[in-house]
């Protein structure tokens, strides 16, 4: 059983930063690109970054870039999303996703990834 397990997320003021982290089960996964989506509260799911498998190409949603930035961690199953200058609109719950694809290329819609976590609620208050 698939599992990817989300930690990081929390309360934090308009411009404050949060770091969120995703570890995936099992280190074979290091061979698959893996992203972040968000849904806020009635609001469909969100594609917020992804990384691909290798760690050289990312890519981040108009909305967030220059101020998130994805990475994967040295254990290669990890993924990081630092996330600066945070605004109240980014208030939803972070899921961690990984992709159905083997060493893939990056993709943006939800039903391109495979697994998911179970999300971490991230709320910027203004």
């Known amino acids: 059983q698939v599992q990817l397990i989300e930690s990081g997320g929390g309360l934090v003021q308009a411009g404050g930063s949060l770091r969120l982290s995703c570890a995936a089960s099992e280190r074979a996964f290091s061979n698959y690109n893996l992203a972040w989506f968000r849904q806020a509260p009635g609001k469909e799911r969100e594609f917020v970054a992804a990384?691909?498998?290798?760690?050289?190409?990312?890519l981040h949603a108009d909305s967030v870039k220059g101020r998130f930035t994805i990475s994967r961690g040295n254990a290669e199953n990890t993924v990081f999303l630092q996330m600066n200058s945070l605004k109240p609109e980014d208030t939803a719950v972070y899921h961690c996703a990984l992709s159905r694809y083997f060493r893939g290329t990056i993709l943006l819609a939800a039903g391109e990834y495979a697994h998911w976590g179970q999300g971490t609620q991230v709320t910027v208050s203004s």
């Open positions: 990384v691909r498998w290798g760690g050289n190409s990312t």
